[in-house]
């Protein structure tokens, strides 16, 4: 399996895994009031019913939009209220399907670089013309460590912080906005086509050069996947903790190791810097997009009315 997939495949393995044992103990839908809300997050809920609607249809409009409700993967059955992200199997377990798949398209190319094996500098542009022939296998592998670094510590993290379940909903949801990074940067990798740095120069062998591989340097996969993990990371911890100074530290720790695994790339002649700025830029993006999408069934709403004033802890299932 290519490495930038390898931690997200491992946490979506986890999580399938648990689905089974969170549904099985998950509490079930209930009938909800008449006049509560319809919602996507709660589709069992149906509009409020004119008076003179016949109880029979109203009922069978509940029986509808029960048969029509996504499946919730509770993040913790034995606490309900625990504010973990919501998920669905129908949505989420199909989004990381996706995901794996496109982020492996890049195993499909078997065409060398239009250049190989040795390219001429002159056609880039001056920040990447600085590290055009950088080859270095030892400053590769330490931007493999540092991305199953970031990778493992986001998972132990929430998994410290949450316990098992709600740790693996949140982990899932990293996973994703990782696996949704790589998949981003393979297509984008795909259609660029652009020679790697160590195809401007004679360092590396010439098997490497004449490789597949070689022709993928637009945008950087590890760099894109490191920071998704971490600002996926620091945006859930956001969430958790909102008065905490915890979340800021995450982000710090783990934008520094993000930006390890894009300096080793492209020290190791594996990426230019624009490659490894295009990857930044997009694994932020998508580190922010992909949670803000999911909501915990946990919300605090505000109570006013008739002698009340306060706030109320709604749950959705």
């Known amino acids: 399996m290519h490495t930038p997939t390898v931690v997200c495949s491992a946490l979506v393995i986890a999580w399938v895994g648990s689905v ?57 059955p034995k606490n309900p209220l625990h504010p973990a992200f919501q998920l669905y199997a129908e949505i989420d377990l199909p989004i990381l399907g996706i995901g794996i798949v496109f982020a492996e398209a890049r195993l499909t190319r078997t065409q060398p670089a239009f250049c190989a094996p040795l390219c001429d500098p002159a056609g880039l542009n001056a920040i990447d013309r600085a590290t055009a022939g950088y080859w270095s296998p030892g400053w590769q592998t330490a931007s493999d460590y540092g991305l199953y670094a970031i990778g493992v510590g986001a998972a132990t993290l ?88 915890a979340p800021w530290i995450v982000m710090a720790v783990g934008g520094a190791m993000a930006s390890f695994v894009g300096a080793a790339r492209v020290l190791g002649g594996m990426h230019f810097i624009t490659d490894v700025v295009g990857g930044a830029v997009v694994g932020t993006s998508l580190g922010v997009l992909v949670p803000s999408l999911h909501r915990s069934p946990v919300a605090i709403v505000p109570i006013a009315g008739d002698g009340q004033r306060g706030i109320a802890l709604s749950a959705r299932f």
Not at 51 to 61: R, Y
């Open 158 to 245: 929430l998994f410290v912080d949450e316990g098992f379940l709600p740790g693996l909903n949140d982990a899932a949801v990293v996973a994703e906005a990782g696996l949704a990074a790589t998949a981003a940067a393979t297509v984008m990798t795909l259609a660029a086509g652009r020679p790697r740095p160590y195809l401007y120069g004679d360092k590396a062998p010439l098997s490497d050069r004449n490789s597949a591989d070689a022709g993928l340097s637009f945008l950087s996969s590890h760099a894109a996947i490191s920071f998704a993990i971490a600002t996926s990371t620091f945006v859930t911890m956001r969430r958790l903790h909102p008065r905490s100074n």
């Open 20 to 76: 089974g044992i969170a549904r099985a103990e998950a509490p079930t839908v209930q009938d909800a009031p008449n006049d509560a809300p319809t919602s996507a997050a709660n589709p069992s809920v149906i509009a409020p019913p004119s008076p003179e609607a016949p109880p029979q249809k109203v009922e069978d409009a509940k029986r509808t939009a029960k048969a029509a409700a996504l499946t919730p993967i509770v993040p913790s």
